[in-house]
Nanobody, 123 residues
Framework: QVHFVESGGNLAQPGGSLRLSCAAS????????ITWFRQAPGKEREGVSC????????FYAESVKGRFTISRNYATNTVDLQMNSLKPEDTAVYYC????????????????WGQGTQVTVSS
């Protein structure tokens, strides 16, 4: 059975850092494109960062470019999102999602989703 678990969400101060991790069981993540999405209250789900199955292709939303880094750990079957220089507008529930094929920012293209982890940036 396919199962995703996100972790690492927490309360952080503006300018601080958090590292989110997405762990999979029941399948191997390196066969899938992975995207971290986020959804703030009253807003649509947004594709924040994507990584292709071979890690050669990555994508970052303009709002996080230069601050967030997505990476795979093939040994632990996880995909991490390092978030630096956090801003209050980064506050959201963050989800990881997986799909076969190339990367996409469209939520409907993804087959598997985690339950989400809350990130709150506030002083």
């Amino acid at each position: 059975q396919v199962h995703f678990v996100e972790s690492g969400g927490n309360l952080a101060q503006p300018g601080g850092s958090l590292r989110l991790s997405c762990a999979a069981s029941g399948f191997t993540l390196d066969e899938y494109a992975i995207t971290w999405f986020r959804q703030a209250p009253g807003k649509e789900r947004e594709g924040v960062s994507c990584i292709g199955s071979t890690s050669q292709n990555t994508f970052y939303a303009e709002s996080v470019k230069g601050r967030f880094t997505i990476s795979r750990n093939y040994a632990t079957n996880t995909v991490d999102l390092q978030m630096n220089s956090l801003k209050p507008e980064d506050t959201a529930v963050y989800y990881c999602a997986a799909k076969k094929g190339g990367i996409s920012r469209v939520p409907g293209a993804y087959d598997y989703w985690g339950q989400g982890t809350q990130v709150t940036v506030s002083s």
